[in-house]
């Protein structure tokens, strides 16, 4: 099984900052790496898929980059509604989650 | 437009076989590729993919979880279902289903995620 893990657990940012989220692989997983927003209460919103590219609808302040086992998610300029729990998903190998980084407000 | 809506007891005791079902509405599993998946959360806790199945039947199952999970496809009723066994209070969740963006794939990134049903385990 791949592990995931997520760094930080949790990180405070004030609106208008640029956050840097972490997501590491126990092994590759080439580029088969996704990026999940959750809002509490919510399903997860599917964010970025196959590393870098945007699903449908999210806005440009989110990119993601990274390959192989190392990977990060930038929110650009954080706006309100981005304060969430965020996930990295990879499925190179069946498919497993990390724990989650949250994003609060500083 | 596409949506999915889980549905089963939210409530179910230790030992018994938990059942859900996600209803799809707006498109048709049986005239697509896609695959369909089950995915849980514990509560305040992160997400673990239980398993996926397609309009056939085929079916991929999550290691871990591979001894009690049986998923099913009825195209007549544009449904597919959960079935776990033996459940503990460890199987406590938000269950979603959830299609991937891709048809054809069995794992991958999802794209569509019903709202979730939570399920309870206690006696």
């Known amino acids: 099984e791949i592990i995931m893990t997520q760094s930080p657990a949790t990180l405070s940012v004030s609106p208008g900052e640029r956050a840097t989220l972490s997501c590491r692989a126990s092994q590759s997983v080439s580029s088969n790496l996704a990026w999940y927003q959750q809002q509490p209460g919510q399903a997860p919103r599917l964010l970025i898929y196959g590393a870098s590219t945007r699903a449908t609808g999210i806005p440009a302040r989110f990119s993601g980059s990274g390959s192989g086992t190392e990977f990060t998610l930038t929110i650009s300029s954080l706006q309100s509604e981005d304060f969430a729990v965020y996930y990295c998903q990879q499925y190179n190998n069946w498919l497993t989650f990390g724990p989650g980084t949250k994003v609060d407000i500083k | 437009q596409l949506q999915l809506q889980e549905s089963g007891p939210g409530l179910g005791k230790p030992s018994e076989t938990l059942s859900l079902t996600c209803t799809v509405s707006?498109?048709?599993?049986?005239?697509?590729?896609?695959?369909w998946g089950w995915i849980r959360q514990p509560p305040g806790k992160g997400l673990e993919w239980i398993g996926t199945?397609?309009?056939?039947?085929?079916?991929y199952y999550n290691p871990s979880l591979k001894s009690r999970v049986t998923i099913s496809v009825d195209t007549s009723k544009n449904q597919f279902s959960l079935k776990l066994s033996s459940v503990t209070a460890a199987d406590t969740a938000v269950y979603y289903c959830?299609?991937?963006?891709?048809?054809?794939?069995?794992?991958?990134?999802?794209?569509?995620w019903g709202q979730g049903t939570m399920v309870t385990v206690s006696s």
């Open positions: 707006g498109g048709s599993i049986s005239k697509s590729t896609y695959y």
């Open positions: 959830a299609r991937p963006r891709v048809g054809g794939a069995p794992t991958y990134a999802f794209d569509i």
């Open positions: 199945i397609n309009y056939s039947g085929s079916t």
